[in-house]
């Protein structure tokens, strides 16, 4: 598991007190950036490799400023040229967030898929959520 | 169906030359407020209802900036105490994303849900999706 | 002078009930594409031309959710590789931020000044505040 | 001077490849954290003190995803009801924007402005920019 503290900000609150729902994915593609570091370890544009093709989210309890957060990020499943990520959002000891994403090994200069290279599916296995965890 | 146009903003873009998919959220979200019209007529945050807990998007096609978007946002099904809205973002003639967004009717202030009041549901009931429709 | 209409978002509300600050450069960007495209006419970030050096902003009225906000923007001053905008955030018949903001015409990838072109110069000017005006 | 590390994100970076411009206040309002703990102890939005009303940025050079930023913030000037903090951005041994803000003790319920209270404005001296300081 990889885990990203992240300090919400004033202006990721909206008028109902509270973090507005629009700024999970920007906090959860902040906290993905070991996982964009195993694909482009220089962090280099040019040859960026991830496109997320799919997202799936449960918003279950309300975040505040305030309070520090943590996203906790496993690897759900890796196949052939994709790969699912579960993330989870905690404040306060709480879960408020879950979410599944689906990154595809993409080359966007050539816009093809690509087999996610070997040395990496190692590294990501061993983020892999254990059979039987919560 | 409701049809919101947006004009894609430079600072939307991300250093991959696109729309950064962070921000679909914030425009499907600009694109509910005949939604949001509905059940607080107001429009004021004193008296909000609406609370979203859980979304699921598909990413087909990148989006650029230079060309207007626009959301088509449609009624897909309403339960009891939430409902479900269609979502999706066009772009030069094609389909770019689409997602369902579920919305609970919630008193925020007494943090419980309510069902949906008749009059709203009578005009939720006019932005459904037709049967037999793509 | 340019007129821009803007329909605030709630996702752009902070926790005190208004349009957060951070808004306002987001808001006077996306005011700015009729000045881009004098520059751009394709709007392509491959020929990008523009780079802002300074702003200066002046916070007099709060902005709320609920009500569409027109940006005024005006040209203020023509310089040999620079320009200034003289840009206004009006709610409801109040002026809530005015904001003064100096561009250069540089060229990215050589990373080099460039003198303004005479025919944008003429366009810049049809926008020029007028002597006198308030 | 207090001293605030941002690592900056992909949702970012614009389609130029740097940080867009919009993001500075963002950064800039996030590093106050221990400015707005002096004036809201609790960090609470009922009884929050402080409005922006005006701001003065340069921007000297461009910032890029992948690097961790400094953002270093003295205060500048403390006036009766008002104070200015002088706030600067540095990546890899550069500074990159400087920015002048100025608050208000702003009482938002009341609509009226507040002495700042003799505790803080000790409290704020103690992060005075120092005579001859660069």
């Known amino acids: 598991m990889y885990s990203t503290m992240?300090?919400?900000?004033v202006s990721e609150t909206d008028a109902l007190g509270h973090?507005?729902?629009?700024?999970?994915?920007?906090?959860?593609?902040?906290?993905?950036?070991?996982?964009f570091k195993l694909f482009m370890p220089e962090l280099s544009f040019q040859?960026?490799?991830?496109?997320?093709?799919?997202t799936t989210t449960?918003?279950?309890?309300?975040?505040?400023?305030?309070?520090?957060?943590?996203?906790?990020?496993s690897v759900k499943k890796i196949g052939k040229t994709s790969f699912q990520l579960n993330e989870e959002v905690w404040q306060n000891g709480s879960r408020c967030v879950d979410s599944i994403v689906t990154y595809v090994n993409f080359d966007l200069k050539n816009k093809r898929k690509e087999?996610?290279?070997p040395n990496i599916r190692i590294e990501l296995e061993k983020h892999q959520l254990e059979i039987g965890s919560p």
């Open 58 to 73: 449960n918003y279950t309890k309300e975040i505040f400023f305030g309070h520090e957060v943590e996203i906790k990020t």
């Open 6 to 9: 992240i300090e919400p900000r």
């Open 47 to 54: 040859n960026w490799k991830l496109v997320v093709v799919h």
């Open 115 to 117: 087999p996610i290279p």
């Open 19 to 35: 973090i507005n729902n629009t700024v999970i994915p920007v906090w959860l593609e902040a906290s993905r950036h070991p996982i």
